[in-house]
């Protein structure tokens, strides 16, 4: 059976058949595939003028997928490395700002379900907490138990 190369164009898309890319993390991955320095250039400009990429998916897909699991912090961090502009990733985070105690809450009781029986106990949900990208505020009133109804 023959073996069948992509061209660049077909790589990128079957990237972007998988999940929604920035042009950024695209850049990245195809660079050792494009044979003139141009090239990569013009396909990507064809595919965003096209609509197959589009930052504000991209926020929309990891929001969708990462928001019930991590807070703010993490997130941030996961948009900026994916290359998204400052101002979608900046309108990101307000929209998550205003459900991260709820989130966060939500986090705690999946893995720990009770408060901590003493300050060891504390630390290590804390730090459970803190590693998925919650701020030390968030995590101090889920831990107290001072959360509104509203999640804020």
């Known amino acids: 059976m023959p073996v069948v190369q992509l ?27 494009a044979e003139q320095p141009d090239e990569l250039a ?6 965003q003028a096209k ?5 504000q998916r991209v926020v929309e897909s ?22 998204v502009d400052g101002e979608l990733v900046a309108h ?8 991260e105690i709820a989130r966060a809450r939500d986090v705690w009781q999946r893995r720990f379900g009770e408060p901590p029986r003493d300050t060891a106990e504390r630390g290590k949900q804390a730090r459970f907490l803190a590693a998925r990208g919650f701020t ?14 509203d999640g804020g």
């Open 7 to 33: 061209s660049l164009k077909g790589r990128a898309l079957r990237l972007l058949g998988n999940r929604e890319h920035t042009r950024t993390e695209l850049e990245r991955k195809l660079a050792r595939y």
């Open 42 to 47: 013009k396909v990507l400009d064809d595919l």
């Open 51 to 55: 609509g197959f990429i589009s930052e």
């Open 62 to 83: 990891v929001l969708h997928r990462r928001a019930a699991r991590l807070g703010a912090g993490r997130i941030r961090q996961e948009l900026q490395a994916k290359g």
């Open 92 to 99: 990101a985070m307000q929209q998550l700002r205003a459900t």
């Open 136 to 149: 030390g505020d968030v995590i101090q009133r889920v831990l107290a138990g001072g959360f509104d109804e």
